[in-house]
């Protein structure tokens, strides 16, 4: 069976929302399970494995999650991982109102894009 590695930035991950429930019980459990196979030749399918990239604010708070997960990316930097092409996914699970302007820069960036709901304030 092929891996296939996909790097998602998760934006947000030091809330508890983005925390808990999307980086624990979402990407990391899809990664202790092996990943998610595809339906694309049987047994000897892709099975597609989430590699996830940290991004918030707070870099001490970024730097614990990581070192408590061991997981080697982390930014505070939300251009730095736009612009990187190992990206592929930006997963926004920010407060509202923060979230408008990183999903437009992400789009721009040409990145595929997860969010939760609601996009904007208004």
Do not use: C
Not at 19 to 41: C, N, T
Not at 67 to 89: A, N, Y
């Amino acid at each position: 069976m092929a891996r296939k590695v996909i790097h998602v930035a998760l934006n947000g991950v030091t809330g508890r929302m983005g925390y808990r429930q999307h980086l624990l019980r979402s990407v990391l459990a899809i990664r202790e399970q092996g990943g998610i196979p595809l339906d694309d030749g049987g047994d000897d399918g892709t099975v597609l494995y989430p590699e996830p990239v940290l991004v918030g604010r707070n870099e001490a708070r970024l730097r614990a999650i990581a070192e408590r997960h061991g997981l080697s990316r982390w930014t505070t930097s939300l251009d730095e991982v736009l612009s990187d092409p190992e990206v592929d996914v930006y997963f926004d699970t920010q407060v509202t109102s923060a979230r408008e302007d990183a999903l437009a820069r992400a789009i721009a960036a040409g990145k595929h894009v997860y969010t939760e709901k609601p996009m904007a304030a208004s």
